[in-house]
Nanobody, 116 residues
Framework: VQLVESGGGLVQPGGSLTLSCVASGLTFSRHHMSWVRQAPGKGLEWVSKVYTDGSTKYYADSVKERFTISRDSAKTTVYLQMDSLKSEDSALYYC??????????WGQGTQVTVSS
């Protein structure tokens, strides 16, 4: 299984970014997909999850109304549209999924830095 994230970068507060995660080596349609982030010196924080149906989505309170998760089964890709970015959103963002409800597959991460 391979998960490859992209789309991170430096953005000013209030700006937007879209992260992508391309999955391979698994049956994408059978896996719920999540985004998890880790800020410097802090632990892992779950951000968002989209179920296999593509319609059931959950968000952490800290990103609700600002981030939007989606998936494209034809491209085996999950996206995270991030709007109204804040400095506290700066983190390494990981795409993650698993076979039994947990997260046993992780990408290498993509860095998001929100700064003026």
């Amino acid at each position: 299984v391979q998960l490859v994230e992209s789309g991170g970068g430096l953005v000013q507060p209030g700006g937007s970014l879209t992260l992508s995660c391309v999955a391979s080596g698994l049956t994408f349609s059978r896996h719920h997909m999540s985004w998890v982030r880790q800020a410097p010196g802090k632990g892992l924080e779950w951000v968002s999850k989209v179920y296999t149906d593509g319609s059931t989505k959950y968000y952490a309170d800290s990103v609700k109304e600002r981030f939007t998760i989606s998936r494209d089964s034809a491209k085996t890709t999950v996206y995270l549209q991030m709007d109204s970015l804040k400095s506290e959103d700066s983190a390494l963002y990981y795409c993650a999924t698993g076979d039994t409800g947990g997260y046993n597959y992780w990408g290498q991460g993509t860095q998001v830095t929100v700064s003026s």
